[in-house]
């Protein structure tokens, strides 16, 4: 067993040498559907990667997020996150959804809805204190968004609302980061800092599985990609010669 360190309430093990993601079978239905939107996935994501997940629309990309996210409960087959079951480690995980699913009119400051990311960490008992603050503020300056803090989120354009999603994500500080489309209505500039951000998130040895459609530069953004086709897993890819898929 070993212990990985996070700024929260305490230690969670991880197990040793576990992958930072392992599906075995995975099969997800929706209520009503006549067929699965994911069907006996099988994937191993190891630590510190950076996984594009590519596919057509309504190829099961987000449903499987969700699933490792503990949105969605799946029919069968199993989810692992650094050995553990889903929500054993809930405070490790960081779900960035898609930008369509949040109510942007919400009456919010960027700087309030950044720090509602730090909330995993506080439990019942604790308010956020100075150190959330300052989290908040280095993750909003490091995405370019420092002078948007005090702005409500409706009065954002649809890179900096998908700048503030991320940023929500990353001060959580957890080791696998989930992002759903975390490119859509970025322009070149802001491409630039997430693509630095997942850089980043690498050497620091975390682990991002990305859902995305741009697919013109993943050999330099990612480092394995995973092809989902009508819910099923159709390509793994390793850009870098390097590594090993497991
Ligand atoms: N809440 C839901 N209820 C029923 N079916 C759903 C639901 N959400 C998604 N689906 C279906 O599940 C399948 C996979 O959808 P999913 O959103 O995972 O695809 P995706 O690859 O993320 O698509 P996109 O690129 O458009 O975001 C599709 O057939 C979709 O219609």
Redesign the pocket.
């Known amino acids: 067993m070993i212990t990985i360190a996070y700024s929260g309430r305490g230690f969670t093990p991880a197990q040793a040498h576990a992958p930072a993601l392992a599906l075995e079978g995975l099969t997800v239905m929706?209520p009503g559907?006549s067929r699965p939107?994911l069907r006996e996935v099988s994937l191993s994501v190891p630590t510190g990667r950076r996984v594009a997940l590519v596919?057509?629309?309504?190829?099961?990309?987000?449903?499987?997020l969700k699933a490792v996210a503990g949105l969605l409960y799946p029919q069968a087959g199993s989810i692992r996150i650094y050995g553990r079951p889903v929500g054993a480690c809930h405070h490790r995980v960081a779900y960035l959804p898609?930008r369509g699913e949040i109510d942007w009119d919400f009456p919010v400051t960027v700087e309030r809805m950044v720090l509602a990311g730090r909330y995993v960490h506080l439990g019942w008992l604790r308010s956020p204190n100075q150190s959330d603050q300052q989290r908040v503020l280095q993750v909003l300056e490091q995405l370019g968004l420092a002078d948007l803090a005090q702005r409500q989120i409706s009065q954002l354009s649809g890179g900096q609302q998908q700048r503030a999603l991320l940023a929500r994500a990353l001060v959580q500080d957890a080791d696998l980061l989930l992002l759903d489309?975390p490119l859509s209505a970025v322009d070149a500039a802001s491409r630039a800092i997430i693509a630095a951000v997942l850089e980043r998130l690498g050497q620091q040895g975390k682990t991002a599985l990305v859902?995305t459609?741009h697919l013109d530069r993943l050999e330099e953004e990612f480092d394995h990609i995973f092809g989902?086709e009508q819910?099923a897993l159709t390509q793994v890819q390793n850009l870098h010669a390097s590594l090993e898929v497991a």
């Open positions: 929706y559907a939107a596919g057509a629309n309504g190829s099961g990309k987000s449903t499987l898609q489309e859902a459609h989902l819910g």
